[in-house]
């Protein structure tokens, strides 16, 4: 079974950047389609960024767009979260998962493998 381990989350003021770092192991990383999800205290986990087999392939909340950038490098088996301009509604735990799939999907039912997750906090 597939194991992801996210890691690079941390406390940084508004406007600052943090990259986020999923490491995967177990089923072939490039067989898997991934994806970030978020979830703040007392909200539902909210689709963050996705990107498909193909690295070309990305989607993305609106919020996030313009800000955040989704990447993966197969020959290390990682998918990263690069996030910019952070503010602090974007503070949360982030999740890394991953999906049989072909192309990025939003729906987080459609992912068979979550990570532990990582806390982003961001002061005003």
């Known amino acids: 079974q597939g194991q992801l381990v996210e890691s690079g989350g941390g406390l940084v003021q508004a406007g600052a950047s943090l990259r986020l770092s999923c490491a995967a192991s177990?089923?072939?990383?490039?067989?898997?389609?991934m994806g970030w999800f978020r979830q703040a205290p007392r909200k539902e986990r909210e689709f963050v960024a996705a990107?498909?087999?193909?690295?070309?392939?990305?989607a993305y909340t609106d919020s996030v767009k313009g800000r955040f950038t989704i990447s993966r490098d197969n020959a290390k088996n990682t998918v990263y979260l690069q996030m910019n301009s952070l503010k602090p509604e974007d503070s949360a735990v982030y999740y890394c998962?991953?999906?049989?799939?072909?192309?990025?999907?939003?729906?987080?039912?459609?992912?068979?493998?979550w990570g532990q997750g990582t806390q982003v906090t961001v002061s005003s």
């Open positions: 177990g089923p072939t990383f490039s067989n898997y389609a």
């Open positions: 990107i498909g087999r193909n690295p070309i392939s990305t």
């Open positions: 998962a991953a999906r049989g799939g072909v192309v990025p999907n939003t729906s987080p039912s459609t992912y068979n493998y």
